[in-house]
């Protein structure tokens, strides 16, 4: 079975500054896909970027990019240029690519953004 | 386009009530899941279903069941409520196979008190 580990429960960060939330996780298996879901205080899980395995060159979308070492089972996010909006709950996730394709989750980090 | 809608938002059960809440998407996703969210365990699988009829246990099933008797719906039961039942409950769709590299599509979770 999948595991998903998030060892940082809290995470702060100045406005404008950048922070990195770590991710490793451990599977037997060569193909799958990880994310990063932002969570913030409204509930709503919203996708924030997606790596596939087989992909060497690791993932961008805007402010947000991760270091994924895939020998090192480990796929952190870096947030550049934080802001206030970023505050909110992050959940790092593997999904498998067999028959149900089950995303499994960390715990999470909470990250503040101060002023 | 509504993507997954989830109902109630909000619900407050005395322990032994039971009641159903109702997950419908219209992605003509194949796969259906229901999570469950508490503090500093991040989401955890409660049920899925990878098609029409068909229902698979994941890692918390005790305590729930689940119906999927048509393609857009996935319906998750408690018979007898629990106060260790009391959690926020979410639904997420997806495509089937290489779909996956898409991640989930959430609802916006039900909050589920149990007294």
């Known amino acids: 079975a999948q595991t998903v580990t998030q060892s940082q429960p809290e995470m702060s960060v100045q406005e404008a500054e950048t922070v990195t939330l770590s991710c490793t996780y451990d599977?037997?298996?060569?193909?799958?896909?990880l994310f990063w879901y932002k969570q913030p205080p409204s509930r709503q899980m919203i996708l924030v970027i997606r790596?596939?395995?087989?992909?060497?060159q690791n993932a961008t979308e805007n402010r947000f990019s991760v270091n994924f070492q895939k020998a090192a089972k480990s796929f952190s996010l870096k947030i550049s240029d934080s802001q206030l909006g970023d505050a909110a709950m992050y959940f790092c996730?593997?999904?498998?690519?067999?028959?149900?394709?089950?995303?499994?989750f960390g715990t999470g980090t909470r990250l503040q953004v101060t002023l | 386009n509504a993507g997954v809608t989830q109902t109630p938002k909000f619900r407050v059960l005395k322990t032994g009530q039971s009641m159903t809440l109702l997950c419908a998407q219209d992605?003509?996703?194949?796969?259906m899941y229901w999570y469950r969210q508490d503090p500093g365990m991040g989401l955890r699988l409660i049920h899925y279903?990878?098609?029409?009829?068909?229902?698979a246990k994941g890692e918390v099933p005790d305590g729930y069941n689940v119906s999927r008797l048509k393609k857009q719906n996935f319906l998750l039961g408690l018979e007898s409520a629990a106060p260790s039942q009391t959690s926020v409950y979410f639904c997420?769709?997806?495509?089937?196979?290489?779909?996956?590299?898409?991640?989930?599509?959430f609802g916006s979770g039900t909050r589920l008190t149990v007294v």
């Open positions: 790596q596939e395995a087989y992909k060497q």
């Open positions: 599977t037997s298996e060569s193909d799958y896909y």
């Open positions: 279903s990878v098609g029409e009829g068909t229902t």
């Open positions: 992605m003509n996703h194949e796969y």
């Open positions: 997420a769709s997806s495509y089937a196979g290489t779909g996956g590299a898409g991640g989930y599509t």
């Open positions: 996730a593997h999904r498998n690519t067999g028959t149900a394709s089950k995303l499994t």
